[in-house]
């Protein structure tokens, strides 16, 4: 009786056992199916967040390129504006000299058509001398007007820079170098040489330089 009874405890005692493994087999299994399933999910959500910085990263290149492409064309357009601004300039940039100067030519026709050969009276040529005047006091005011200056070096130092010798002639008044005589005057604009004054310069005193030169030779 009583080993009977011990038998049915320990199979309780068993049983009890088996049951307690089984339901920690299943809290694992269920532990490991739910763990898995965060994972996958966690999967998920990283494919899909680099499929988003894909998708950004693509659309930020093309907005790049896009701006790229515009930032290109505005160049394109503006190198081809400023090279038709430089050609206008040098075809049309000088207009307003030109203008000016045909004050100067009418002035010089009305001097020339009040000296005909019906009026060659005392009279007839004084008005053209006048006439002469007032062009030749326009002609100035408008190369002043336009920042054009005339070179007259008359007993300046000769400089190559904006002067052109024409010849060299021996002198007792002027030292070696410098301008003695101004054939044509020359012109700037502004500080860029239009045309040099052609002018003759001093050679200096013959006599201390053919003694220079001897003493040279000796010398040597």
């Known amino acids: ?3 009977n009874k011990n038998t049915d405890k320990k199979e309780e005692v068993n049983n009890q056992v088996e049951d307690e493994k089984t339901t920690s087999v299943n809290k694992d299994d269920t532990q490991i199916n739910e763990s898995a399933s965060t994972d996958e999910k966690d999967s998920s959500k990283n494919e899909e967040d680099l499929d988003n910085d894909e998708n950004n990263s693509q659309d930020e290149t093309k907005d790049l390129k896009d701006q790229l492409l515009r930032s290109l064309a505005e160049n394109e357009n503006l190198r081809k504006r400023t090279i038709k601004e430089i050609e206008q300039i040098k075809k049309y940039g000088h207009i307003n000299l030109l203008r000016d100067f045909l004050n100067v030519v009418d002035n010089m026709e009305r001097a020339v058509k ?5 009026n060659q009276s005392e009279t007839g040529v004084k008005n053209l001398i006048d006439g002469i ?7 100035n005011s408008l190369l002043d007007k336009n920042q054009i200056k005339k070179i007259e070096p008359l007993h300046e130092k000769f400089d190559y820079n904006f002067h052109q010798a024409m010849f060299e002639a021996p002198s007792s008044d002027y030292e070696e170098g410098l301008i003695i005589e101004v054939i044509q005057p020359g012109y700037v604009l502004h500080d860029r040489l239009i045309r040099p004054a052609m002018v003759g310069v001093s050679k200096g005193e013959m006599v201390e330089k053919e003694k220079k030169d001897e003493k040279e030779e000796k010398d040597e």
């Open 133 to 139: 005047e007032i062009v030749f006091k326009e002609m």
């Open 1 to 3: 009786m009583n080993h």
């Open 114 to 118: 009040s000296s005909t050969s019906e």
